[in-house]
């Protein structure tokens, strides 16, 4: 098969009477990946070949679009409408060339072909970078549709510009907003002592994001043990209690009720958190001299809040306690992290799952306690090292700088026709110093002889004065398309437009090749010696384009476009020449094949 992959636009349709999921349909050799433009949407595919059963397709010419429809083995159905037929007739040749061979064994040593899974994020990436950049989108479609390349080997080769775009314009995140929860009061109605608090989404994420505790019970409660309504009840009952600065009381209800009780004791999980962020603490910091600014044990000392001052209380009592300043500094420290999640707010449920999901991620990519330790020790030794004494930490690389290849074009003209010159001479040139009495004599010398000899030979041979002839009549040629024009004019803009355009492409797409072509030596593996056959049947393609060039121009323009096809030339024959070098070396003498192919 000579593509291992279709990638196309298409919508993809759970029923005929379904509008669609716009996305990019991408077909391997083992799986069918759907992934949708929009991240948030539900459209997603990711199916295996496996269990395709069969295909139906609309036909061309007919009322109806182009919809492709896959059956798999369950009876169901994966419906894809694509932008044109010519899509669709792409997408079901392979697919049938796939169920055509997936009953048969293959005796002969397959390559296995690199692939990778991509993230919606990632394909919107490169989707955009394609639509934005017409030349990478020629060189996209021009390698990776036909098959030259695959689509990891494509864009291995720019990460960088990647990961540049990915950085460039970083999404910013909702916050949360600056009102901290302890200030929501409840409404009275003035007859009763009943208090009403009002709940909102947004609120409801705050409170899961500040009180880990809290989203911790929701999980575990809500609607296994109690409602919802029940579950919000007892928090803000717990809230009350608080703000009465009466432990005692909240003590005596959270033995009663073992629920309450886990919104009126000191958030455990906050309190693992502090712990392991003391762990981290930088170790030449002397924190214990820090304690005697702590006045708040003195008398007439301490943080009034609603009218009264926070005291200080035994033990017991304080597991029931929240301080003032624990609430500022939790809430300030949930509004810089932003808000984790991005879902809607309007079940509570999906609110708390999606958080705990995004806090299960961050914990994973988290440091282990060893992780930590090791780096209070490297902390350390950077700070007590003598930087006299040790070497560098870097070595200095210098930068890679790859130029424009239009930056060549324009310094061309010049070395062209210095080329030509030499090319046409043909001759080294001698450079000697005499005085002006040793050409005299030499003047005298070749004289006397003539008179003694005659002339037998010519003084200059004519193959010679016809080369000089030659050169001088090409620069002159050449020269007179200068006059009245602009100095800094290259030769490419004496060009028409459409054959500057190709001359540009045709460069950028060999310098393409080249790049994977010398990357992929030495060959060590048979996905290796596949890729390079293919690049080179791809440069093997390019001499009778550029010969196309060359013969639709005018005459006039001619030799200045064989000038800057000429290094063309000389590039793609320097790669192909040594593969074939490479090749006979391998295949030759002790008989072994081509280093790599099994």
């Not at 949708?36 to 496996?50: C, H, I, T, W």
């Not at 037929?85 to 296995?112: H, M, N, W, Y």
């Not at 009350?240 to 004791?265: C, G, M, P, Q, R």
Request: aromatic share 8%.
């Amino acid at each position: 098969m000579a593509s291992r992959h279709v990638t196309k636009r298409a919508k993809y349709k759970t029923t005929i009477k379904d509008p669609g999921t716009p996305g990019t349909l991408r077909l391997t050799l083992e799986k069918i990946l759907f992934v949708p433009y929009n991240p948030k949407s539900a459209g997603k595919l990711d199916v295996e070949f496996r269990f395709i059963k069969g295909q139906k397709h609309t036909k061309e010419g007919s009322n109806k679009p182009a919809w492709l429809n896959l059956t798999n083995s369950q009876n169901g159905s994966y419906i894809f409408e694509f932008e044109n037929f010519s899509d669709l007739q792409d997408c079901r040749d392979f697919v049938g060339k796939i169920l055509a061979k997936s009953g048969e064994v293959s005796e002969k040593p397959t390559v296995t072909y690199p692939d990778e899974q991509l993230s919606a994020a990632e394909m919107e990436l490169r989707i955009k970078l394609l639509r934005e950049d017409s030349e990478l989108q020629k060189l996209h479609k021009q390698f990776v549709l036909s098959g030259v390349l695959t689509e990891a080997e494509f864009w291995a080769t720019r990460k960088k510009l990647l990961d540049r775009e990915a950085n460039k314009k970083t999404k910013q995140q909702l916050g949360f907003k600056s009102a901290m929860i302890s200030d929501i009061r409840p409404s009275t109605d003035g007859r009763t002592n009943k208090v009403t608090f009002s709940l909102t989404p947004e609120i409801i994420l705050q409170i899961f994001a500040e009180k880990p505790a809290v989203h911790r019970a929701f999980l575990s409660y809500v609607p296994n043990k109690m409602s919802e309504k029940v579950f919000w009840t007892k928090y803000f009952r717990a809230e009350y209690l608080h703000s009465t600065k009466n432990s005692i009381a909240a003590a005596a209800e959270a033995a009663e009720d073992e629920e309450l009780a886990v919104f009126l004791k000191q958030d455990d999980i906050l309190a693992r958190e502090a712990r392991w962020k003391i762990r981290r603490v930088d170790p030449t910091l002397d924190m214990e001299a820090d304690e005697g600014d702590d006045y708040t044990h003195l008398p007439d000392h301490g943080i009034v809040r609603d009218g009264s001052k926070e005291m200080t209380e035994s033990q017991n009592e304080q597991l029931y306690r929240r301080t003032l300043s624990q609430d500022i500094n939790r809430h300030a420290a949930v509004v810089l992290e932003g808000r984790a999640v991005d879902v809607e707010l309007e079940d509570t449920r999906a609110v708390a799952e999606a958080l705990a999901r995004s806090k299960q991620e961050t914990s994973t990519k988290g440091e282990s306690d060893g992780d930590a330790i090791q780096e209070r020790l490297d902390r350390v030794s950077r700070m007590t090292e003598i930087e006299d004494l040790q070497g560098p930490n870097n070595l200095l690389l210098a930068p890679l700088c790859i130029k424009d290849p239009r930056d060549y074009f324009d310094s061309q003209q010049a070395n062209a026709l210095r080329a030509s010159g030499d090319a046409l001479g043909r001759t080294e040139q001698i450079k000697c110093s005499l005085s002006t009495q040793e050409v005299y004599g030499s003047l005298r010398q070749s004289i006397s002889v003539i008179k003694a000899t005659g002339l037998k030979d010519p003084v200059v041979k004519p193959e010679v004065a016809h080369q000089v002839f030659d050169a001088l009549t090409n620069i002159i040629s050449t020269t007179k398309y200068h006059i009245g024009k602009n100095p800094h004019e290259s030769v490419l803009d004496r060009l028409p437009k459409k054959t500057k355009d190709e001359l540009l492409h045709h460069w950028t797409s060999i310098l393409e090749l080249l790049k994977h072509f010398w990357a992929s030596y030495p060959i060590t593996t048979p996905y290796l010696y596949a890729k390079v056959n293919r690049l080179k049947d791809a440069m093997s393609n390019i001499y009778p384009q550029l010969e196309e060039i060359k013969g639709s121009v005018p005459s006039e323009l001619r030799h200045q476009v064989s000038l800057l096809v000429r290094p063309m030339h000389q590039a793609l024959d320097a790669a192909i020449q040594y593969y074939e070098a490479d090749m006979q070396k391998k295949s030759t003498g002790s008989g072994e094949k081509p280093n790599g192919y099994v």
